[in-house]
């Protein structure tokens, strides 16, 4: 009865996994460098009088005068005196599914002094394998003895010399109860030493942990001069691209340039595996040249590439919109995984993890690519078929994916704990509709796309809705199942949220449906069940009864939770459907609905009752991201606003709030785009009373700018999705069952 593809038959059609690269690369870097150009959000930094350390709000500050690795480094001023201490700790970077494990027993990394430093004064030295970070709790964790950093650099520190350290981690002792690990290290710390009253200013960079002794003689680095550097200028930044294989002892690509005829100097890195750089030179009319090459851990750097020139010009709104589109786009090209074709949940993130939702929105943002020309029509449906062929081979759970597949194998990625090892009815909902938008573009008349049709139809007419009810007469669908757990998680869906995808889905499938009054015993249910899971959101009663009908800065909400919720519950199941079109008893229109969401959206972060820093009219959306205090889904309520917005939020909210969204698109972009502009455009986040910019960007949230901007200017994906002649068929039986019975009766199932 369960159908489940052994992991022998999947990892023999699909070839092994290549080096991971951004993974492999965060297993090796404590620091590499900082986002932000004040101070470096990871870290912490205290003293006790008298004793002093420079600090910014208790976060070390950051050089860019000074540095190994472009564009900066650390700085570490202190003066220790009797009396005093201070404290000055470097955590890692974290970003949602960093791989918890460091590859490599020695830590090095690169300190510089303007003057001269006795061996005797430099600082202490220990390490920490607790998770201390910004967006954990403190966990129970290990950490060193304190030991003088001078056993390590063996000599006074001469004045303006980099001098790399190195220390064997397994010399250091732990000083706590448990046993100090480090393969989880997470921060590495500098203490006062000897109390010489006097100041000392050091800068740190590059801090590393790997396995071989920098002063042994080693292999040497296949360095290769990266090839087709092109530059392009828009509105505010010029963007390179270029090609370099990556062989042994690659580590990072340094990319250099020249303003004004100025002579070249190192501007930034980029992470293995990653051939783009964005250079935010914040106006029009810059012109810059540009030229890149290859560096491994050490000092060797291959030979500059060619140059290349390019200058930002002014770009009018439809242009802005287009390239808003392009840069998320890359996000799922460059940036997919490399078997699969599917998405990553995030980038940077673990390379071995795809995600099912991200990749369907993927699929929606390669079909724009496609019909913008940011790629030709054969290399979209090209990746589209290289996901359907790993899709097809993927375990499948009743015609249901998982949450998190390998992209190398499609073996299903229990990321959320043991019980769910099985289907995900939710992201599959999004796979569909993603692939269904795919299957009613890529239509033309040939061979190729009309094989891909076939396909896709197959996978969609797979999907056991129904299965998902669990009983016959059940009023909900619920989210997991597992062939080892069966509904053991037993998540009822039930709206306003997110999740409409699935009912309006189910009651279409033309093989496994679901009757179309589970959209209102269900979704819209009536029940204490469905009225205590809608209060727990927003902790209020509006709306929990499905309708709200409350008016909140001056506009109606006919449905929805408390004041609407986070905007992904607006953008997600709409980017495919139209919601011109969806109606029911407790609204005529749900175009109208998601619209005044955002309004609302938009009033409440513009009155900003937080007093957050940074709030504005051009400054907003409350939604979903992973925000200074890891993954939370911020709303328009005094529960869910913590300060954090999300760019996804305004920028997918075009079709509702034209206006708004431009301007917050603007604000973002030119005002802030020093700090939020990166490879793949916008960055997920910032919070700007935390100090916080995510360094990271999100599979489901860069998807749905491409999507809903497109929306917005042309419905090319509402268009495509709503011709699938089986949605056509069943949002008519959830019409005529809307139709059939008045709102009070059918309220109670
Ligand atoms: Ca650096």
């Not at 910004?134 to 950093?149: I, K």
């Not at 790629?375 to 899709?391: M, Q």
């Not at 997110?498 to 279409?508: D, F, G, K």
């Not at 090319?716 to 009766?745: C, E, H």
Request: glycine share 8%.
């Amino acid at each position: 009865m369960i159908r489940v593809l052994a992991g022998a038959v999947v990892g023999a059609l699909l070839i092994a996994s290549p080096a991971m690269a951004q993974t492999a690369y965060y297993r090796h870097v404590v620091f590499d460098n900082s986002l932000a150009h004040d101070l470096y959000v990871f870290s912490t930094a205290t003293a006790v009088s008298p004793s002093t350390l420079e600090n910014i709000d208790s976060r070390l500050p950051v050089d860019t005068a000074h540095f190994r690795t472009p564009p900066n480094a650390l700085r570490l001023a202190w003066n220790s005196r009797v009396g005093g201490a201070w404290d000055a700790e470097i955590h890692l970077m974290n970003f949602p599914n960093r791989y918890p494990e460091m590859d490599g027993r020695i830590l090095k990394f690169w300190i510089w002094s303007e003057q001269p430093i006795a061996a005797a004064d430099l600082p202490n030295i220990q390490l920490s394998d607790a998770v201390n970070g910004l967006q954990v709790a403190t966990m129970p964790g290990s950490f060193t003895s304190p030991v003088p950093l001078t056993g390590y650099v063996g000599r006074d520190l001469p004045a303006q010399t980099w001098v790399q350290v190195q220390i064997p981690m397994d010399t250091l002792a732990s000083q706590s109860v448990y046993r100090f690990h480090p393969e989880r290290l997470q921060s590495v710390i500098f203490s006062q030493g000897r109390a010489d009253g006097v100041e000392h200013r050091l800068i740190i960079d590059d801090v590393r942990v790997d396995n071989t002794d920098s002063n042994a003689p080693a292999d040497r680095a296949i360095l290769t001069t990266p090839t087709n550097l092109v530059a392009k200028g828009y509105d505010r930044h010029i963007t390179l691209s270029w090609d370099a294989p990556e062989a042994a002892g690659f580590d990072h690509t340094v990319i250099y340039r020249s303003l004004n005829g100025a002579p070249f100097k190192p501007l930034g890195i980029q992470l293995p595996g990653i051939h783009r750089f964005v250079d935010f030179v914040g106006q029009s009319g810059i012109r810059a040249r540009y030229r890149i090459a290859q560096a491994d851990a050490g000092d060797a750097v291959s030979a500059p590439s060619a140059t290349v020139e390019a200058a930002s010009r002014a770009l009018g709104d439809d242009e802005l919109l287009t390239m808003l589109q392009e840069e998320a786009f890359h996000y799922y090209w460059e940036g997919a995984g490399a078997h699969s074709g599917m998405a990553h949940e995030n980038l940077p993130g673990d390379d071995r993890i795809v995600a099912t939702a991200a990749s369907g929105f993927g699929l929606m943002a390669l079909v724009v690519g496609a019909d913008r020309g940011f790629v030709t029509r054969d290399a979209a449906r090209e990746r589209v078929e290289k996901i359907v062929g790993f899709l097809e081979l993927a375990p499948k759970y009743h015609g249901a994916w998982s949450h998190y597949m390998n992209d190398a194998t499609g073996a299903t990625m229990p990321l959320f704990g043991q019980l769910d090892n099985g289907a995900d009815i939710l992201e599959t909902s999004y796979l569909i509709q993603g692939l269904l938008t795919a299957r009613q573009y890529f239509n033309h008349d040939d061979a190729h796309e009309q094989a891909l049709d076939r396909r896709i139809t197959r996978l969609w007419e797979g999907v056991e809705w129904d299965w998902f009810r669990q009983t016959d007469t059940s009023p909900f669908l619920y989210w997991h199942w597992s062939p080892q757990w069966g509904f053991q998680i037993h998540h009822p869906l039930i709206g306003f949220n997110e999740t409409m995808a699935v009912y309006l889905l189910a009651i279409s499938s033309p093989t496994h449906p679901v009757p179309p009054a589970m959209y209102y015993s269900g979704w819209a249910g009536q029940n204490d069940q469905a009225y205590s899971y809608r209060a727990g959101w927003s902790g209020t009663h509006d709306g929990d009864h499905y309708a709200n009908g409350h008016t909140y800065a001056g506009i109606r909400l006919d449905v929805g939770v408390g004041r609407g919720g986070p905007l992904f519950f607006t953008q997600y199941t709409f980017m495919g459907f139209d919601p011109h079109t969806l109606r029911d008893r407790y609204t005529p229109s749900y175009f109208a609905n998601n619209r005044n969401i955002a309004r609302i959206n938009h009033a409440w972060c513009v009155d900003n009752p937080g007093h957050f820093k940074g709030y504005g009219s051009d400054a907003w959306g409350l939604t979903a991201s992973f925000g200074f205090k890891g993954y939370t889904t911020p709303a328009p309520d005094s529960l869910n606003d913590e300060g954090t917005i999300t760019l996804t939020g305004a920028l997918s909210s075009f079709p509702y709030t034209p206006q708004q969204s431009m301007a917050a698109f603007k604000h973002y972009y030119r005002d802030l785009g020093q700090d939020l502009w990166g490879i793949y455009g916008p960055r997920d986040n910032y919070n700007p009373g935390q100090h916080w910019v995510a360094t990271h960007y999100m599979g489901l949230n860069q998807a749905p700018i491409v999507a809903m901007v497109e929306n917005y200017r042309t419905g090319l994906l509402w268009k495509s999705f709503m011709a699938n002649p089986d949605i056509v068929q069943g949002l008519r039986k959830l019409d005529a069952y809307t139709d059939q019975a008045p709102p009070d009766r059918a309220a109670q199932p």
